[in-house]
Nanobody
Framework: QVQLVESGGGLVQPGGSLRLSCAAS????????TGWYRQAPGKERNFVAH???????NTADSVKGRFTISRDNAKNIVYLQMNNLKPEDTAVYYC?????????WGQGTQVTVSS
């Protein structure tokens, strides 16, 4: 059974940093395309970043230069390092993985950027 579990969300002041983690069971991230999406209240879920099985990354323009996605193959964890956070980054962040023609989602972790 595949399970994705996000962690690392919380409340942070503008300009602060957080690192989100996505841990998996039932999937080997180095064989998948894994990424992060976010959904703000009343808005649709949007792409943030992903990393391919080959380690190629892609990041949304809205967070480019501030957010970095990475992967630890030994721990089978995908990270999202978020720096210089802004109030508009407030959202529930979801881990997503595409593996063997199936798409899997985590339960989400809340990130709130506020003073």
């Amino acid at each position: 059974q595949v399970q994705l579990v996000e962690s690392g969300g919380g409340l942070v002041q503008p300009g602060g940093s957080l690192r989100l983690s996505c841990a998996a069971s039932g999937i080997i991230f180095s064989d998948a395309v894994t990424g992060w999406y976010r959904q703000a209240p009343g808005k649709e879920r949007n792409f943030v970043a992903h990393i391919t099985s080959g380690g190629i990354t892609n990041t949304a323009d809205s967070v480019k230069g501030r957010f970095t996605i990475s992967r630890d193959n030994a721990k089978n964890i995908v990270y999202l390092q978020m720096n210089n956070l802004k109030p508009e980054d407030t959202a529930v962040y979801y881990c997503n993985s595409y593996w063997l023609h199936n798409t899997y989602w985590g339960q989400g972790t809340q990130v709130t950027v506020s003073s």
